[in-house]
Nanobody, 121 residues
Framework: VQLQASGGGLVQIGGSLRLTCTYS?????IAWFRRAPGKEREGLSC????????YYADSVKGRSTISRDNSKKSVYLIINSLRSEDTAVYYC??????????????????WGQGTLVTVSS
């Protein structure tokens, strides 16, 4: 499967952004990760295939929404109330989507190329 993340850019503190992950084949579990400068890759959220179960990391819970549109083979991650610490390269990946697995990037095999989000005043 091929994945492509897009939607990054320069955003002001307190603003919002929508990241898009497009995939090449049918319905997949999709997770979003990010890697901030000098930090390890962090799992943010995932959405399962089929029923669309969703999970969120504490760092984005309450200010983000993950959703999908299978007709467009796309998964979206909206993050509101952006903070400087949200600055990172954001990746989407396919793999197991449970409350345990979405924070473990080593469990994900196929990755998109990443999109840079810079949050600044």
């Amino acid at each position: 499967v091929q994945l492509q993340a897009s939607g990054g850019g320069l955003v002001q503190i307190g603003g919002s952004l929508r990241l898009t992950c497009t995939y090449s084949l049918d319905d997949y579990n999709i997770a979003w990760f990010r890697r901030a400068p000098g930090k390890e890759r962090e799992g943010l959220s995932c959405i399962s295939s089929g029923v669309g179960a969703t999970y969120y990391a504490d760092s984005v819970k309450g200010r983000s929404t993950i959703s999908r549109d299978n007709s467009k083979k796309s998964v979206y991650l909206i993050i509101n109330s952006l903070r400087s610490e949200d600055t990172a390269v954001y990746y989407c990946a396919t793999g197991p989507c449970t409350s345990y697995t979405f924070t473990r990037p080593n469990l994900y095999r196929s990755w998109g190329q990443g999109t840079l989000v810079t949050v600044s005043s």
